[in-house]
């Protein structure tokens, strides 16, 4: 995501990126509009745009500024052209707090609906051959933000309307069967929706929302299902012991010597006292050889490692930092010492993963 987005801003220690594809698309609407009706009217289409996304991005603040109310932190805000997408480095159990969550979001545009309303005042009521792309500026950005709290609120994942459903259905029930029904039930109005819309209403803008809707409620069942799995799980049950390291003062021909070596992928570059300076993976070592050659130093070439665990760190957790973090692996040190004890990597944790579904499969077979 981020190798395709540019960079804005940072605000109350959140990133804001703007993807690439979103300058395309506000290029090829201003493009269209110029081409048929003037400049005038371009002028106007990629300003209302702009304003539109600029709704999304608070929208998306909400759900920040309410999470940080929870001490759950938000990596970065990526504005998309379907939308906005904030990383929360994890979403809360607590159903009451998923819930104010969940809806700071839409208040957010209902705030800012009622904020134009006083001045709708002046415009004339719509009438049956009412058109809102023809409607004065401000009245069309008022209808956009109740347009984004409908469609926001339909209960299925990705909206926020699926996580408010989950929220309700997790008083009564555990979290991960809240998950799965609210996922259902969210992929069978993406089915019907995508269903109607294909064949009677014929539009294929909304059949593929449907389809993403249908993918995001299916990713969101089998995210919370692994999570589920790795309860009571942590980090030194997954972790990564047999692993190389890198010296401060080491050359990038030393990593391709031990990359060629093993099957290890990110190595761990160390001080002269032992601790973590930063990791290099494979990706970027093959950037630095491409760029600068083998004699070029590990560290200008290495991401810098903020998040370090413990092997007593909750597994759960700790892959949601993992996820959230720069670097492919984390390191996990001695918490009195600070010694490197072992690298946490999403794939390691997919073995161990597979290695206890395997185990429990023929447990189950042999009693």
């Known amino acids: 995501m ?27 609407l201003g493009w269209i509009t110029l081409a048929n009706h003037g ?10 745009v702009i304003a539109i996304f600029f709704c999304v991005l ?27 997408l904030a990383r929360l480095e994890r979403m809360p159990r607590k159903p009451t707090q998923e819930l104010v969550v969940a809806l700071a979001g839409p208040a957010v545009n209902v705030a800012i609906f009622l904020a134009i309303w006083p001045f709708l005042r002046f415009v004339p009521s719509p009438t049956v051959d ?22 926001n609120m339909i209960p299925a994942f990705p909206m926020d309307g699926g996580r408010v459903l989950r929220a309700a259905l997790a008083h009564f029930m555990e979290y991960a069967n809240a998950t799965r029904i609210a996922a259902s039930i969210g992929q ?29 409620a299916g990713q969101e069942a089998a995210y919370v299902s692994d999570q589920e799995a790795m309860r009571g799980l942590r980090v030194s049950d997954a972790m990564l012991t047999e692993f190389r390291t890198l010296p401060q003062g080491a050359v990038l021909q ?42 070029q130093s590990v560290s200008a070439v290495i991401v810098p490692c903020e998040t370090t665990l413990k092997p007593y760190h909750p597994l759960p957790d700790a892959v949601e930092l993992l996820r959230s973090s720069a670097c492919p692996a984390l390191p996990v040190q001695d918490p009195l010492s600070g010694k490197l004890l072992g690298l946490l990597t999403l794939e390691n944790i997919g073995e161990m993963m597979m290695v206890r579904a395997a185990l429990g499969q023929g447990r189950q077979t042999t009693t």
Do not use: C
């Not at 608070?58 to 939308?83: C, M, N, S, W, Y």
């Not at 009412?130 to 469609?151: G, H, K, Q, S, T």
């Not at 089915?191 to 294909?198: D, K």
């Open 2 to 28: 981020k190798r395709w987005s540019l960079h804005v801003g940072t605000f109350g220690g959140t990133e804001v990126r703007l993807h690439a594809t979103f300058l395309l698309l506000l290029g090829l």
């Open 254 to 295: 030393d990593a391709v010597d031990l990359l060629l070596a093993g099957t290890q992928h990110d190595f761990p570059v160390l001080d002269e006292e032992g601790q973590v300076h930063g990791m290099l993976s494979r990706t970027s070592l093959i950037n630095g050889l491409a760029q600068h050659g083998a004699q």
């Open 130 to 151: 009412y058109d809102m792309m023809r409607a004065p500026f401000f009245e069309r950005l008022a209808y956009w933000n109740l347009i984004m709290v409908v469609f």
């Open 188 to 216: 069978t109005i993406a089915v019907f929706a995508g269903v109607y819309f294909l064949f009677v209403l014929q539009n294929p803008v909304i059949v593929i929302i449907a389809i993403f809707i249908f993918l995001g």
């Open 58 to 84: 608070l929208h998306e603040f909400g759900h920040v500024i309410a999470a940080r109310r929870f001490g759950i932190q938000t990596t970065d805000v990526t504005l998309l052209p379907i939308g906005g």
């Open 39 to 48: 400049p005038a009217a371009a002028l106007d289409t990629v300003a209302f």
